[in-house]
């Protein structure tokens, strides 16, 4: 059993900077990869960017160097430090942990992006 919390969420301004944490707990071996997923209402999950176990990152396409992914192993958190957010960046943004004997999810937490 794993489990998974993020913080970090919350009301910002077109432009502004967030840094989105995940906090992991329980039975966490043989963690393949972590990341980030975030849904918009009315719109279908999708990835923001992952990181493996030896450190390999991978982003969507519409992060274009705004968000920057990493982990501190000996904190069992995973970070997601994001610049220059938009408009469109509105979601509810999830921490993803893929082990070897399955995949966990939090709970989400909220950014929204507004003037």
């Known amino acids: 059993q794993v489990q998974l919390v993020e913080s970090g969420g919350g009301l910002v301004q077109p432009g502004g900077s967030l840094r989105l944490s995940c906090t992991a707990s329980?039975?966490?071996?043989?963690?393949?990869?972590m990341g980030w997923y975030r849904q918009a209402p009315g719109k279908q999950r999708e990835l923001v960017a992952t990181?493996?176990?030896?450190?390999?990152?991978m982003y969507g396409d519409f992060v274009k160097g705004r968000f920057t992914i990493s982990r501190d192993k000996a904190k069992n958190t995973l970070y997601l430090q994001m610049v220059s957010l938009r408009l469109e960046d509105t979601a509810a943004y999830y921490c993803?942990?893929?082990?070897?004997?399955?995949?966990?999810w939090g709970q989400g937490t909220q950014v929204t992006v507004s003037s």
């Open positions: 993803n942990m893929q082990r070897l004997t399955g995949s966990s």
């Open positions: 329980g039975n966490i071996f043989g963690i393949i990869r």
């Open positions: 990181i493996t176990s030896d450190g390999v990152t």
